[in-house]
C-alpha cells in the first residue's frame, strides 16, 4: 500500500524560473494538502484541494503560487518566477475524508509526502 | 496571534527511559489534535491523534494526554529508543475551520542516548 508520493524530492532552479511540485496521494484518498517548512520551523498550511476544487488556499501567497488536482493524475503545485525566499521544503499530505471519527484513526487523518525540497539559486 | 506553540525545543533522554513532550495551544476552539514525528531529510509521520472529548489516548508506547483546562497536550513515549530520536510536531484543527488547515507548533527535537 504505497504512501503519498512526491517528486520530484529535489529540485533546483534559478531566480524567475518555474518550479512545478507533484504529489500523488494516499489509494483511496480523495484530499490533499500542501504545506511548506522553512528549517527549523513547523509546517504551515498552504492549500486544501479535492478533486478538480480549491477548497482552501489561504495560506497561498496570492502571487506566482497556484494549485490543481485535476480529475485524472496528481495534484501540482506551481511556483512562477521563483525567488530565494521560497527555498523551502514542500509537502504533501493526503486523507480518506473530512468530519468522520471512526474507530481508529479519524478518516480526516493527514498521511504525509517525503517532500520535495526545493533550493532557488 | 494564536498558535500552538512546545515548551522545549530540545529534549535529551537516556534509552529506556520514558520522555514526555509538551505543546501549549491558545485556541479554545481547536477540537482535534495530532502528534508527528519527522525524521531528518523525512516527511511528517503521524503517531497519535486525539479529539478534544477525549483526555486521554494510547497507541503502542504511545500515550497523548489532553487537558484542555488548561489548553496543554502531551506526548508520553515509553521506553524510549534511539529510533525515536526525531523532531516532534504537534499540530491543532481548529472547529469551524477548513479541515485542511492543520496549525503546526514549531517542534521539540528529541535525542535518544544510548
Known amino acids: 500500500n504505497a504512501g503519498v508520493m512526491q517528486n520530484p524530492r529535489h529540485l533546483v532552479r534559478r531566480r524567475g524560473q518555474e518550479a512545478r511540485l507533484r504529489c500523488s496521494p494516499m489509494?483511496?484518498?480523495?484530499?490533499v494538502y500542501w504545506y511548506r517548512q522553512l528549517p527549523e520551523e513547523g509546517l504551515k498550511f498552504m492549500v486544501y484541494l479535492q478533486k478538480e476544487n480549491i477548497i482552501d488556499e489561504s495560506g497561498m501567497p496570492k502571487e506566482r503560487f497556484s494549485a490543481e488536482f485535476p480529475k485524472e493524475g496528481p495534484s501540482i503545485l506551481r511556483i512562477q518566477q521563483v525567488v530565494r525566499g521560497d527555498s523551502a521544503a514542500y509537502f504533501c499530505?493526503?486523507?480518506?475524508?473530512?468530519?468522520?471519527w471512526g474507530s481508529g484513526t479519524s478518516t480526516d487523518t493527514q498521511y504525509f509526502g517525503p517532500g520535495t525540497r526545493l533550493t532557488v539559486l | 496571534g494564536e498558535s500552538v506553540g512546545l515548551h522545549l525545543p530540545t529534549l535529551s533522554v537516556q534509552e529506556g527511559d520514558n520522555s514526555i513532550i509538551n505543546c501549549a495551544y491558545s485556541?479554545?476552539?481547536?477540537?482535534?489534535f495530532i502528534w508527528y514525528k519527522q525524521e531528518s531529510g523525512k516527511g511528517p509521520q503521524f503517531i497519535i491523534d486525539?479529539?478534544?472529548?477525549?483526555d486521554k489516548r494510547q497507541g503502542q508506547r504511545v500515550t497523548v494526554l489532553l487537558n484542555k483546562t488548561v489548553k496543554h497536550l502531551s506526548l508520553q513515549i515509553a521506553a524510549t529508543q534511539p529510533g525515536d530520536s526525531a523532531v516532534y510536531f504537534c499540530?491543532?484543527?481548529?472547529?469551524?475551520?477548513?479541515?485542511?488547515?492543520?496549525?503546526f507548533g514549531k517542534g521539540t527535537k528529541l535525542s535518544v542516548k544510548p
Open positions: 486525539i479529539r478534544s472529548n477525549m
Open positions: 499530505a493526503s486523507s480518506r475524508a473530512p468530519g468522520q
Open positions: 499540530a491543532e484543527k481548529r472547529n469551524g475551520g477548513s479541515q485542511g488547515n492543520l496549525i
Open positions: 489509494k483511496g484518498h480523495s484530499h
Open positions: 485556541n479554545s476552539a481547536s477540537d482535534y
